[in-house]
């Protein structure tokens, strides 16, 4: 049996889960959905794999968030797994380029998982055989990526459209960016067009291979950081000159839009990117009025509302669809509906100096 490495991208902002969410301590490490955090949650799930061990596991994660992802390792149990700290965020083609690399230490005969660590996923079975599937066109030399079946027209998630059979998945007729409303409808509706995950899987010598045909700087500058790297008691670190020189961007952007080797594993797996607040609400359980109350809450006449409470009692009366987060030193209340554009309070806070909220 083909041995999968699960890789593991701990090193994302998710800037619209503020205040929660912040720069040293990131979405992926609270728990959100259940009693561990995404990042948790993700790890356990790869243990569940056939075949995968701790030893396995890849963590690929920011100088400044490689204590707090080995702590994640260790309570998650896969305290044996490889960290690899990035010397500065490239995006995810030169981390899948490294993953690769480590991976390929393993042998030939293995495929890499490459995984998001701030999803959740509902269904742990569904997910299970979607690996499988995905390994088996992966072990045929196809770079392949999971596309969520989609149940509405979402615009903040990019599309692929399905090409030609292949099974047990069908080659990837072209990528499309995130959409506006109506071509949202229209993809819906002709079929055939799903959610892109950012989920991958491939050989490392494929994965690798294509690299060096569509971005050579992005290959040669993580490869030659790669080799020039060293191993301390945090973790392996790529030489930061060499990684300095590679050019950020995104394995969608590097690889799978460009290569004539892209398939696709339709999916349908309660998957959640966990995007923001209302993603949020969308998932989780809720009572009887339809609201999500976390914390010391007190809710009266309260409808269609997402309120967590950290650290002191937040009560509201006659209102709904809202989003109210407290933290120690923040407040964030929105309409449900528009609870994304809490991105817009992380710029204005970073215009406006106040690095302290950040």
């Not at 995404?38 to 400044?64: C, F, H, N, Q, Y």
């Not at 995104?250 to 839009?257: G, L, R």
């Not at 290569?259 to 998932?283: F, H, N, Q, Y």
Request: net charge negative; hydrophobic share 45%; glycine share 8%.
């Amino acid at each position: 049996m083909t041995k999968i490495i699960p890789a593991i991208m701990c090193g994302g902002s998710g800037t619209r889960l503020w205040p929660l969410s912040r720069a040293a301590r990131p979405k992926q490490f609270h728990p959100l959905v259940t009693e561990n955090s995404l990042l948790g949650e993700t790890i356990r799930r790869a243990l569940t794999l056939p075949g995968v061990e701790a030893k396995d596991i890849v963590l690929l994660s920011g100088e400044s968030l490689a204590a707090i992802a080995r702590d994640e390792m260790n309570t998650s149990g896969a305290a044996a797994a490889t960290l690899v700290v990035e010397p500065a965020a490239k995006n995810t083609a030169p981390a899948a380029a490294l993953a690769a690399l480590v991976a390929r230490e393993q042998g030939d005969d293995c495929v890499v998982l490459l995984l998001p660590s701030d999803h959740h996923i509902g269904d742990a079975e569904a997910f299970a055989q979607t690996v499988a599937y995905g390994s088996a066109l992966a072990e045929r030399d196809f770079v392949v990526t999971f596309g969520i079946t989609p149940d509405s027209p979402h615009i903040g998630y990019g599309y692929i459209q399905r090409g030609a059979p292949e099974a047990p998945g069908f080659r990837v007729a072209q990528f499309r960016e995130k959409p506006d409303r109506e071509t949202a409808e229209k993809l819906l509706a002709e079929g055939g067009n799903d959610w892109n995950s950012g989920i991958y899987m491939f050989k490392p010598d494929v994965f690798l291979a294509e690299l060096e045909k569509y971005e050579p700087a992005v290959s040669d500058a993580v490869g030659r950081a790669y080799a020039a790297g060293w191993t301390d008691g945090a973790g392996f670190h790529p030489e930061h000159e060499f990684w300095g020189r590679s050019p950020s961007i995104s394995i969608d952007n590097a690889v799978a839009e460009r290569t004539d080797r892209a398939a696709t594993v339709p999916a349908d797996m309660k998957w959640s990117d966990v995007g923001g607040w209302p993603a949020l609400w969308e998932i989780a359980a809720k009572d009887e009025s339809r609201n999500v109350l976390q914390g010391d809450v007190l809710a009266v006449g309260v409808q269609d509302s997402y309120v967590r409470a950290e650290n002191r009692l937040v009560a509201l009366v006659g209102v709904s669809d809202l989003v109210v987060i407290e933290t120690a030193d923040a407040v964030c209340i929105a309409p449900r509906e528009r609870a994304e554009e809490v991105k817009a309070l992380v710029n204005a806070l970073s215009k406006a100096g106040r690095k302290d909220k950040l």
